[in-house]
Nanobody, 124 residues
Framework: QLVESGGGLVQPGGSLRLSCALSGFTWEHYIIAWFRQAPGKAHEGIAC????????EYADSVKGRFSISKDNTKNIVYLHMNSLPFAVPAIYSCAADVLLPVESGFESASYAYWGQGTQVTVSS
């Protein structure tokens, strides 16, 4: 099970931290990714990591501003977002599946397990 939280309204240039609580997974090695979806658009992969945190990948559009991390004691994956530009509301979702190379981690069809998503709006 994946449960996201932390979405909301933030001003342009601001920061936000999203959380994805994981439970019930028995894989030893897996990949976790954050996707966002604006109305009428396909899922866009923005950050992913393997569960030991050894490999991460970011979409070019967020490199240098977003970071993905995992708290192993709480089994929560975070997406730290900085310098957010104005954007229409989008749903940010986390997804997980058995380990993939992070270079292939932005293909939404590769993930069988998804959270319900949390909405992020960047507006003044």
């Amino acid at each position: 099970q994946l449960v996201e939280s932390g979405g909301g309204l933030v001003q342009p240039g601001g920061s936000l931290r999203l959380s994805c609580a994981l439970s019930g997974f028995t894989w030893e090695h897996y990949i976790i990714a954050w996707f966002r979806q604006a109305p009428g658009k396909a899922h866009e992969g923005i950050a992913c990591m393997n569960n030991n945190g050894g490999s991460t990948e970011y979409a070019d559009s967020v490199k240098g501003r977003f970071s993905i991390s995992k708290d192993n004691t709480k089994n929560i994956v975070y997406l730290h977002m900085n310098s957010l530009p104005f954007a229409v509301p989008a749903i940010y979702s986390c997804a997980a599946d058995v380990l993939l190379p992070v270079e292939s981690g932005f293909e939404s069809a590769s993930y069988a397990y998804w959270g319900q998503g949390t909405q992020v709006t960047v507006s003044s």
